[in-house]
């Protein structure tokens, strides 16, 4: 009977005894607390203490990021944005005025009232080659942006959608690429009565977008094969959505980084332009114009031609930095 109750009440508790200390001294083991395991991705691998944050890295983040750092993208940034503030605000170089002039000075050499001398005419050649800044500038932009506008669209059309449109922009482009940037800018130039900022614009606008787009026509052909593309296609999303948000943003890199090289480049076919005669005409004002009119008295005023030439091919200089500086950066295989 009794084994019937103690198995009725269950098996009793033995309580561990330890030497040398009495029964009711024994406390039991404590408690750990719950082992919390963190989600994947909430910590970082590397360090297990700060959280990840921000989404995965592009190729513009990552470019940027090398960018900060890279010496030749911040020497040509500072050239680049000198010769910009330069040209957008001349008042703050100087406070001369660039069309007043005075026989009296003609050809006087440079001095420490006026840094530059004075040219022909008896003008400032300071005020002169700080505001011819702006047209220069302004040229090497404007043509640049509508060139690689150009480029974009008939690139885009030519390398998205093959067949007969890309064989008619090809050949299209085959025959444009054939006509030198100078040569053709003397011809279409010495043709038109007048010459001013427009004029040679867009000029230099027609002759200037074959190269973009090759680059962009090949590098849209390359993206357009990419998986993610397919998925969007097949996802129902538009020619125009698939161009703009999935292909733009892929194989825009390599007309940036020819961008940056072509705006020097523009900006010194204008200076040899109006150098050789065709190009802008009097009384713009232009690095161009400068050296053209100090070709004949190098030796007897040399100031004429030293001055415009520096501005000159500084800026030239540091776009073709920026060029570089922008090819190390999205290009991983030039690295």
């Known amino acids: 009977m009794s084994e019937t109750r103690d198995r009725a009440k269950g098996p009793k508790t033995r309580q561990t005894e330890l030497p040398g200390i009495p029964p009711h001294e024994t406390e039991p083991a404590p408690r750990l607390p719950p082992l919390e395991i963190p989600a994947p991705g909430e910590y970082d691998d590397a360090t297990q203490k700060e959280p990840v944050a921000g989404p995965p890295a592009s190729l513009w983040s990552d470019a940027w990021a090398d960018l ?22 001349p008042q703050l170089f100087t406070s001369a005025n660039p069309r007043e002039c005075f026989l009296s000075n003609s050809l006087v050499r440079p001095s420490a009232e006026h840094w530059f001398g004075f040219d022909l005419q008896g003008c400032d050649y300071y005020a002169r080659t700080v505001y011819g800044a702006r047209v220069s500038m ?24 093959g067949g007969w449109v890309d064989a008619i922009i090809a050949r299209l482009t085959d025959i444009w690429f054939a006509i030198p940037t100078i040569l053709g800018g003397i011809v279409i130039l010495s043709l038109l009565g007048t010459r001013g900022f427009f004029q040679v614009a867009f000029v230099l606008i027609i002759l200037g977008w074959p190269t973009m787009l ?16 397919e998925a969007a296609r097949a996802l129902g999303a538009s020619d125009f959505r698939i161009l703009s948000k999935h292909i733009l943003p892929n194989a825009i890199a390599p007309v940036v980084i020819y961008a940056a090289i072509t705006t020097g480049v523009i900006i010194s076919a204008e200076a040899a332009l109006s150098f050789l005669g065709v190009g802008l005409q ?54």
């Open 282 to 335: 009097l009384p713009a004002i232009s690095w161009g114009l400068m050296i053209s009119g100090a070709q004949v008295r190098i030796l007897q005023a040399p100031h004429l031609l030293l001055f415009p030439g520096i501005f000159l091919s500084l800026a030239v200089f540091g776009f073709i930095l920026m060029g570089d500086a922008l090819r190390d950066a999205l290009d991983p295989k030039s690295r």
């Open 138 to 161: 302004s040229i090497g932009v404007t043509v640049t942006a509508f060139a690689a506008l150009l480029a974009v669209i008939m690139g885009s059309l030519s390398g998205y959608y």
């Open 68 to 89: 900060r750092t890279n010496w030749i993208f911040l020497i040509s940034a500072a050239i680049i944005l000198l010769f910009t503030v330069m040209a957008i605000a």
């Open 214 to 229: 090759r680059l962009y026509r090949s590098s849209v052909i390359s993206v357009k094969e990419q998986d993610y593309i």
